[in-house]
């Protein structure tokens, strides 16, 4: 895969973020989804492509990687 310039993103918190700081950032660049720590955003990046983040927020509503 490609990986995109991110230098122009524009990054979005989730709506279920919470107010301490513990949060992800997202952003859509071409055909890819980018995702970055808000607390670092100069520091590295996770990157997927549309299917893979489709399996990956599925796993996570479906309680697939769930701690406990």
Do not use: H, Y
């Not at 513990?22 to 670092?40: F, M, N, Q």
């Amino acid at each position: 895969m490609n990986i995109p310039d991110l230098s122009r993103a524009q990054w979005r918190k989730s709506s279920r973020s919470s107010g301490d700081g513990a949060c992800v950032e997202v952003a859509e660049i071409g055909d890819v989804i980018a995702v970055r720590d808000s607390k670092d955003p100069a520091g590295p990046k996770l990157v997927f492509t549309a299917p893979e983040w489709e399996a990956f927020t599925a796993g996570v509503r479906d309680g697939e990687f769930d701690l406990g």
